[in-house]
């Protein structure tokens, strides 16, 4: 039983930092500043870590918009499904990521936001709100593929532009 413990709770803190990864990938590549994620990574990585534990997560979103007008202009979407595999493993195909994000183009001018989806019965995190996510009606969106792959969870990409 430690054994499978400890390969949870490794693959929930690489997962976490893995999202918090693809999206400075996704916001320096969209030419924006990553200082208000760098300022804000506690509270998400907590929440994230905490979801993640509970399997409760069930998305994280990082959403680009205008703030003049709240127009989401692309999204990254990270999906997740939990399993129950004894087989320790850590990967991130950041090559697909990269290669997805690279291809967005430049928002000079719009900020991010990251939201997530959550499981009926997640408790609250600090620092986090409730909210909805933006309409991506206008936008397309890109399967990627498979991003991320532990053990206990593995999460596919998909990005809206």
């Known amino acids: ?10 693959a929930v803190v690489y997962t976490a930092n893995e999202i ?11 030419g924006l500043d990553v200082t208000e994620l760098a300022t804000i990574q506690p509270v998400v990585e907590n929440g994230l870590r905490t979801w993640l534990t509970m399997r409760k997560l069930e998305a994280a ?6 703030p003049s007008t709240d127009t989401v202009r692309c999204r990254a979407d990270l999906n997740l499904v939990y399993s129950s595999d004894s087989e320790e493993r850590h990967h991130t195909d950041i090559d697909r990521v990269k290669a997805a994000t690279r291809s967005l183009g430049s928002y000079p001018g719009c900020s991010y936001r990251v939201v997530v ?29 498979d991003v991320i792959d532990t053990a206990a969870m593995q999460t596919r990409m998909f990005m809206w532009s």
């Open 117 to 145: 989806s959550l499981a009926d019965g997640a408790p609250d995190v600090q620092g986090w709100q409730s909210t909805t996510l933006g309409s991506v009606q206008h936008l397309s969106r890109q399967d990627v593929g």
């Open 61 to 66: 979103y990082l959403e680009i918009f205008d």
């Open 20 to 30: 918090v990864r693809i999206f400075y990938e996704a916001i320096s590549d969209a």
């Open 1 to 10: 039983m430690r054994t499978s413990v400890n390969v949870t709770t490794r």
